[in-house]
């Protein structure tokens, strides 16, 4: 099976569309003594539930409208699963497409939580690079689901520098005598170590004063 590809804002758009139509609306797989339909559950009677909420006992109305009998009445050959392997199918397909519409939206709930995750982290990668001047190309990439997506960039958050050699910090330079800042000060590690180096005795500079 190949990978299909990614769904588009219109499609997820459609999607939610039938999800808040089918919210309020579960259907149900009627499956009786051979005859096998789909109902509307707000049209059974006398309905029972377990103790995991989903129905136990039922009866099919008397009457009803006729757009509550989704899938009219199949008739098989068998009345238990495992006696005909055609049946059996049938009753599989009937099934998986009940199935798939009630987790429908649960699983449009997830897909809206990754994007929000995934949109998180663009913004954090864009951040990164307005701090540093260095991008994650490869994971943005990744993390992007479309083409030339546009990404919410933050406003270019100004480069702070060392106090004396006015050189930009570079927190991945850690080297004893790097670009990283030197714990709490205004101050680069390349600085402090050369300051710490001098041997004049009453030397005065930025760092020590």
């Known amino acids: 099976m190949t990978n299909p590809n990614p769904l588009t ?3 997820l758009a459609e999607i ?7 919210a309020d609306d579960p259907f149900f797989v009627a499956d009786c003594e051979g005859q096998l339909a789909v109902w509307r559950e707000k049209a059974l009677t006398h309905v029972r539930r377990d103790e995991h ?24 050959d068998s009345w238990d699963p495992g006696e005909d392997a055609t049946d059996d199918q049938r ?10 519409r009630a987790w429908l939206p649960a699983l449009l709930a997830m897909v809206r939580r990754l994007q929000g995750q995934r949109k998180y982290l663009l913004t954090q990668l864009a951040k990164r690079d307005a701090e540093t ?19 919410e ?3 270019a958050v100004a480069e702070e520098a060392c106090g004396k050699c006015r050189q930009p910090f570079d927190p991945a330079d850690t080297r004893f005598d790097g670009r990283a800042r030197y714990h709490e000060t205004p101050y680069c590690r390349g600085c402090v170590d050369r300051c710490h180096d001098n041997e004049i005795a009453d030397h005065r500079c930025v760092i020590c004063a």
Do not use: M, W
Request: charged residues 25%.
């Open 9 to 11: 804002i219109q499609q």
């Open 16 to 22: 939610e569309a039938i999800a808040a139509r089918i």
């Open 53 to 76: 909420g989903q129905i136990d006992t039922y009866s099919l109305p008397s009457s009803y409208q006729s757009t509550d009998e989704v899938i009219e009445t199949i008739h098989l």
């Open 91 to 100: 009753r599989q397909d009937i099934n998986d497409l009940v199935d798939s």
């Open 133 to 151: 001047g260095r991008g994650d190309r490869a994971l943005r990439e990744f993390l992007t689901a479309h083409p030339g997506e546009d990404v």
């Open 153 to 155: 960039t933050p406003a």
